[in-house]
């Protein structure tokens, strides 16, 4: 192992041990307790290398990836490497019990993979529980050796990832929910860079994520939600930004002195520091789509600084309003695909799975002799199509298809809900007919190079509110995006089949739907789910079991010899 490296990003240091030769890049996480105070309360989490967030993993496209995963932590782990395609590599993909059993205490695990045809941002992040909350960093990747960004250079990089704090251990806020099968407990404050900022009684007011500019530069800023259950909109005071890439994908520039990002989705925006001397908020706060549903109003907040400012006090920016749809949707659905990326591809158009899939909440059984605290005495719960997804316990999905076991899953999720309704009304919110799920592990399968048409529709069951939808092995195209009922007749004139923005993870409007398409071109198990982990237990996922192709490229290859066992 090569000697430690030291990255320095605003005033944090990361020490991050690292060989980056002949396109290797290789570290260890060592994941165990830490003591951290953020508002002025001492609480044990779970960290990589004692710091939140942990360290970032800098790589260039066509690199292999190793990673040494050292479980020191009392829970059962997994990483997950946030929207890179592991083809050839599914088991390090990372989902526990879909692609892996988890790392048990005291255990340990490699991930091997290699980054291909991706370049831009994504991000790697314990997929256990809620351990999320505080095990997570940035993949950042880089052009490879003679090529170069499609837009100006940027005369420096950095990295903004947007989380939550629970002034409690998270696993423990999580646990107490799901026993009386009601909803958690609100983040106490949200972060920039592990930190509240000084809008927050943090005790620590020096405590608080800096930027230091050069006036008249421009700087590229990898922008994260890593939060578990929460939408920001972010701004910095009095700049605008350009957005040139989205979930490691390029996208044509879009102006725009707003952003809106959900759970697991990333962006790419071009900052100039053209403003006069001083000092400038970055801050976000929550979109919250979800009508009477309470949230956590208070605003994270990082500085942006030029030199010989002489204030005291950061101009702070005006974010939208919580419940701003207009401007979220405004967002989401006018950015385009760059087709002169070197790694665009035609948008498929002969369509051979059409799928129109439900997605919301409900209602499953409290279990006999129990006191639940859901709605009608019930536990709170979600789903696709009515299929409130279980993992299995035993034995990851990917395994059971590698070793042909039966048992562990079914293949029969549905391609449509079993009731046809007024999906988006309100008044049918808490029809006790519709509400109840039951709890399946159903999963969908393809054919190898099949091209998928997913219509996601949101429903109002319980609540209305946008949903991220992230799904793993692939990229989709975003064909197109409303409110109300779906209408295949009026709506698929509104297909963007020309440059449709490619994304891992999309928010669905609050009371309406969105259109994406995939090529099934990766074998293996593939989840699919709603990135708010106040749903991921309740439900709200499935998987796709895409078949071999027939080719040793296109097969899916055995574990790994230190693949954890159940």
């Given at each position: 192992?090569?000697?430690?490296?030291?990255?320095?990003?605003?005033?944090?240091l990361?020490?991050?041990?690292?060989?980056?030769?002949?396109?290797?890049?290789?570290t260890?996480?060592?994941?165990?307790?830490l003591?951290a105070?953020?508002l002025c309360?001492?609480?044990?989490?779970t960290?990589?290398?004692?710091?939140?967030?942990?360290?970032?993993l800098?790589v260039?496209?066509?690199?292999?990836?190793?990673?040494?995963?050292?479980?020191?932590?009392p829970?059962?782990?997994?990483?997950?490497?946030?929207?890179?395609?592991?083809?050839?590599s599914?088991w390090?993909?990372?989902?526990?019990?879909?692609?892996?059993?988890?790392?048990?205490?005291?255990g340990?695990?490699?991930?091997?993979?290699?980054m291909?045809?991706?370049?831009?941002?994504?991000?790697?992040?314990?997929h256990?529980?809620?351990?999320?909350a505080?095990v997570?960093?940035?993949?950042?990747?880089?052009?490879?050796?003679g090529?170069?960004?499609?837009?100006?250079?940027p005369?420096?990089?950095?990295t903004i990832?947007l989380g939550?704090w629970?002034?409690?251990?998270?696993?423990?806020?999580?646990?107490?929910?799901?026993?009386?099968?009601?909803?958690?407990?609100?983040a106490?404050?949200y972060?920039?860079?592990g930190w509240?900022?000084?809008?927050?009684?943090?005790?620590?007011?020096?405590?608080?994520?800096?930027?230091d500019v050069?006036?008249g530069?421009?700087y590229?800023?990898r922008?994260?939600?890593?939060?578990?259950?929460?939408?920001?909109?972010?701004?910095?005071?009095?700049?605008?930004l350009?957005?040139?890439?989205?979930?490691?994908?390029?996208?044509?520039?879009?102006?725009?002195?707003?952003i809106?990002?959900g759970?697991?989705?990333?962006?790419d925006?071009?900052?100039t520091?053209?403003q006069?001397?001083?000092?400038?908020?970055?801050?976000?706060?929550?979109?919250?789509s979800?009508a009477?549903?309470p949230?956590n109003?208070n605003?994270t907040?990082?500085?942006?600084?030029y030199?010989?400012a002489?204030?005291?006090?950061?101009?702070?920016p005006?974010?939208?309003a919580?419940?701003?749809t207009p401007?979220?949707?405004?967002f989401s659905?006018?950015?385009t695909a760059?087709?002169?990326?070197?790694?665009?591809?035609?948008?498929?158009?002969?369509?051979?799975?059409?799928?129109?899939v439900?997605?919301g909440?409900?209602?499953?059984?409290?279990g006999?002799?129990?006191?639940?605290q859901?709605?009608?005495?019930?536990?709170m719960s979600a789903?696709?199509n009515n299929h409130?997804?279980?993992?299995?316990?035993?034995?990851?999905?990917?395994?059971a298809?590698?070793?042909?076991v039966?048992?562990?899953?079914?293949?029969d999720?549905p391609?449509?809900?079993?009731f046809?309704f007024?999906?988006?009304?309100?008044?049918?919110?808490?029809?006790q007919?519709?509400?109840?799920?039951?709890?399946?592990?159903?999963?969908?399968?393809l054919?190898?190079?099949a091209?998928?048409?997913l219509?996601?529709?949101?429903?109002?069951l319980?609540?209305?509110?946008?949903?991220p939808?992230?799904?793993?092995g692939?990229?989709?195209y975003?064909l197109?995006?409303?409110?109300?009922?779906?209408?295949?007749v009026?709506?698929?004139k509104?297909?963007?089949?020309?440059n449709?923005?490619?994304?891992?993870?999309?928010?669905v409007?609050?009371?309406?739907?969105?259109v994406?398409?995939?090529?099934?071109?990766?074998p293996?198990?593939?989840f699919?789910?709603?990135?708010?982990?106040?749903?991921?237990?309740?439900?709200l996922?499935?998987?796709?079991?895409?078949?071999?192709?027939?080719?040793?490229e296109?097969?899916?290859p055995?574990?790994?010899?230190?693949?954890?066992?159940c």
């Amino acid at each position: 192992m090569a000697p430690s490296r030291v990255f320095v990003v605003g005033f944090v240091l990361v020490f991050l041990s690292v060989t980056a030769s002949a396109g290797i890049v290789e570290t260890s996480f060592h994941v165990k307790n830490l003591t951290a105070n953020r508002l002025c309360e001492d609480h044990v989490i779970t960290a990589v290398n004692g710091s939140i967030p942990g360290p970032t993993l800098r790589v260039k496209e066509g690199d292999t990836v190793i990673v040494h995963v050292f479980n020191k932590s009392p829970y059962n782990l997994t990483i997950h490497w946030h929207g890179v395609f592991q083809r050839q590599s599914q088991w390090a993909d990372g989902p526990e019990f879909i692609t892996q059993c988890p790392i048990r205490p005291g255990g340990n695990y490699t991930y091997r993979f290699h980054m291909i045809e991706q370049v831009g941002t994504l991000w790697w992040h314990a997929h256990s529980k809620w351990l999320r909350a505080t095990v997570y960093g940035a993949l950042v990747i880089r052009p490879r050796d003679g090529q170069k960004y499609p837009f100006v250079k940027p005369y420096r990089e950095d990295t903004i990832m947007l989380g939550e704090w629970w002034n409690a251990n998270p696993i423990d806020v999580e646990d107490a929910a799901l026993a009386v099968g009601a909803a958690p407990a609100n983040a106490d404050a949200y972060t920039i860079n592990g930190w509240p900022g000084d809008l927050f009684n943090s005790c620590r007011p020096s405590k608080i994520y800096k930027l230091d500019v050069v006036p008249g530069k421009t700087y590229l800023l990898r922008i994260i939600n890593a939060a578990l259950n929460n939408q920001f909109f972010f701004k910095i005071a009095n700049h605008n930004l350009t957005v040139v890439g989205e979930d490691a994908a390029y996208t044509n520039p879009f102006p725009t002195d707003v952003i809106v990002i959900g759970p697991g989705q990333t962006t790419d925006v071009l900052l100039t520091a053209n403003q006069s001397p001083g000092l400038y908020y970055m801050a976000a706060h929550p979109y919250a789509s979800a009508a009477g549903v309470p949230f956590n109003a208070n605003i994270t907040t990082a500085i942006l600084a030029y030199p010989n400012a002489t204030q005291t006090t950061p101009i702070l920016p005006v974010l939208p309003a919580f419940n701003d749809t207009p401007t979220a949707f405004a967002f989401s659905s006018n950015i385009t695909a760059l087709v002169t990326s070197p790694f665009w591809s035609p948008v498929p158009q002969k369509v051979d799975e059409n799928m129109f899939v439900t997605i919301g909440l409900g209602l499953s059984v409290c279990g006999t002799n129990l006191t639940c605290q859901g709605i009608f005495g019930q536990r709170m719960s979600a789903s696709m199509n009515n299929h409130s997804f279980a993992p299995p316990t035993s034995m990851s999905l990917l395994e059971a298809l590698f070793r042909n076991v039966s048992g562990v899953y079914t293949t029969d999720f549905p391609d449509q809900p079993p009731f046809v309704f007024d999906y988006v009304n309100v008044n049918n919110s808490f029809n006790q007919t519709l509400l109840m799920t039951p709890k399946l592990t159903s999963v969908k399968k393809l054919k190898f190079n099949a091209t998928v048409q997913l219509v996601f529709q949101n429903t109002a069951l319980v609540g209305i509110e946008n949903h991220p939808m992230h799904l793993h092995g692939f990229n989709f195209y975003v064909l197109a995006q409303g409110f109300g009922n779906y209408n295949p007749v009026n709506d698929s004139k509104k297909f963007n089949l020309v440059n449709p923005q490619e994304r891992n993870t999309l928010g669905v409007p609050v009371g309406g739907w969105a259109v994406i398409r995939f090529r099934a071109n990766n074998p293996g198990v593939w989840f699919i789910h709603c990135h708010l982990d106040v749903h991921l237990p309740w439900g709200l996922a499935t998987a796709f079991v895409v078949e071999n192709g027939g080719t040793p490229e296109s097969t899916l290859p055995p574990p790994p010899a230190d693949f954890p066992m159940c």
